[in-house]
């Protein structure tokens, strides 16, 4: 087998340029389905790098795929590169200081994650020209992780079936090989319809589908004492029928956004959480009509890639802060609880020393996880090709992502030393794959065995399209 300092060597010769993309695209932060200046940025480096590339895949304007390599195994490497609203924030500022009042920011680290994986893909595309590789290295930048679920899609659509594996990370606070599991999800509008009066004058005359909206929270809320302790349920209004209360409102819209650790417990819940939706309507004299928005799978883990990967990351061991990174942690870490800090590793059942700023190991494949979980779409392709991710330290022990703390660490030396480590644990491990073929079949039996027990249903349905945006003027 070659040696994987080989691969690490690709990713150091070209990390430059993609720390820059990171950086670019951290400048122009844009939410789901309309990520189309860092989508460009993507291309433009795929096509620098003189892969073959296929904008607009699955109907998305701002996906992409670039492929390397001929004939043999094809791994994915999977990127992102969408923000969220509200985060806006200076860079390098540990106190709250947004660039722009109610912008986006990448309060997930998105600029890092599809920056890494490009760059992993690039060193993999190199590697395989130097040693004459009959392999294919494919990268698939995917818009819309943050609740749009564009994996899905991609998913449900076929765009995976001629893929051997596929491999991803996510910046994080501790170093790991994520473990094969997260929650399943559904976000589905629910549209109460009614009938406007005046408030005063003929109130009997209404039906208010506010109401409505709200006797069905009502209900979500009396069926979380009986659902699994790891479900989830949250919601966000919509729409609320206007401003003026002396109205009835005739028409409002509620997201409920349901979540559970598996398909069947999510379908049953979703299913129950329709019926209190119809009992809302029932309730108030309105109708109701409700709307898939997205969905994603739980991930399901593959046992013999994440081995391989635990392997390439304890060779090259956890990211190589200083103490000028330490410096800036401890003081975004002056902004967060005690419960924050200690949040940071219960996900990984260890205990932290409370001084601990950066994390400075690589944590074990054999582990205790007592830390609650997220969604991610990356678990609907887990379902229809073996997966593997990796956790890679980017910002402060204790930093809650989704917040403007992970913003303000998104452009710094760590952040950047985080992102080109992730790529060389990628890389590595894509190469190594390609040089194991008894572990490639390994992983597909593991996955073939447990798709034949369960059959991959996608939680988003047939006739459901994303929600694309228009490219703005």
């Known amino acids: 087998m070659l040696n994987e300092e080989q691969i690490w060597n ?38 620098a790098e003189g892969f073959t590339v296929t904008e607009g895949i699955c109907g998305m304007p701002t996906a992409v795929m670039g492929e390397a390599g001929t004939e043999g195994p094809i791994i994915a490497i999977l990127g992102e590169f969408d923000a969220l609203p509200g985060l806006s924030q200076q860079p390098g500022v540990a106190e709250h200081s947004p660039v722009e009042t109610g912008g986006n920011g990448h309060g997930c680290g998105h600029n890092l994650l599809g920056a890494a994986a490009l760059l992993a893909a690039t060193a993999v595309k190199d590697w395989l020209a130097e040693n004459n590789i009959k392999a294919r290295v494919r990268y698939y930048g995917c818009p819309a992780e943050e609740g749009g679920a564009a994996k899905a899609y991609m998913a449900r659509d076929g765009l995976f079936d001629d893929v051997a594996a596929a491999i991803s990370w996510h910046p994080s606070t501790f170093n790991a090989v994520q473990h094969g599991h997260s929650l399943a999800n559904s976000r589905i509008d629910f549209t109460f319809h009614g009938k406007a009066a005046h408030a005063a004058a003929a109130p009997h005359l209404g039906r208010s589908a506010l109401d409505a909206c709200e006797l069905m929270n009502i209900g979500v809320n009396y069926m979380r004492e009986h659902m699994p302790d790891s479900a989830r349920v949250h919601y966000a209004y919509l729409d609320v029928g206007g401003a003026a209360p002396n109205v009835v409102q005739a028409k409002a819209t509620v997201r409920q956004l ?28 309105t109708t109701v009509e409700a709307k898939v928005y997205s969905g994603v799978s739980n991930l399901v883990g593959n046992r013999p890639l994440e081995e391989m990967m635990q392997r390439e990351f304890d060779k090259l061991g956890p990211v190589p802060f200083d103490s000028e990174d330490d410096k800036f942690a401890n003081e975004i870490r002056k902004s967060l609880t005690s419960a924050d800090i200690a949040a940071s590793f219960q996900r990984i059942g260890r205990e932290t020393p409370p001084d601990l700023a950066m994390c400075d190991f690589v944590a074990p494949l054999d582990r205790s996880n007592s830390g609650g979980e997220g969604s991610t779409d990356v678990g609907d392709v ?57 572990v490639l079949a390994a992983a597909r039996t593991v996955h073939d065995e447990r798709q034949a027990r369960t059959p991959y249903q996608c939680p988003i349905p047939q006739d459901v399209k994303p929600p694309i945006l228009p490219r703005p003027e």
């Not at 349901?258 to 209190?276: H, M, N, P, S």
């Not at 022990?397 to 703390?405: A, D, E, I, S």
Request: charged content about 20%; overall charge neutral.
């Open 10 to 47: 690709f990713v150091d010769a070209k990390k430059a340029d993609f720390i820059a993309l990171s950086d670019r695209v951290f400048e122009t932060p844009e939410t789901l389905y309309n990520e189309y200046a860092s989508v460009a940025e993507h291309v433009a480096a795929l096509q």
């Open 258 to 285: 349901v979540r559970a650790g598996d398909l069947e417990t999510l379908r049953d819940l979703v299913a129950r959480v329709r019926k209190i939706a119809d009992g809302a309507a029932l309730m108030t004299g």
């Open 382 to 438: 887990s379902w229809v090709v073996p997966t593997v991710q990796a956790r890679v330290a980017t910002c402060a022990v204790g930093t809650p992502f989704h917040t403007w703390q992970t913003v303000a660490q998104g452009k710094m030396p760590a952040a950047h030393k985080g992102m080109v480590h992730a790529a060389k644990v990628m890389a590595s491990t894509a190469t190594a794959l390609m040089q194991a073929p008894d």
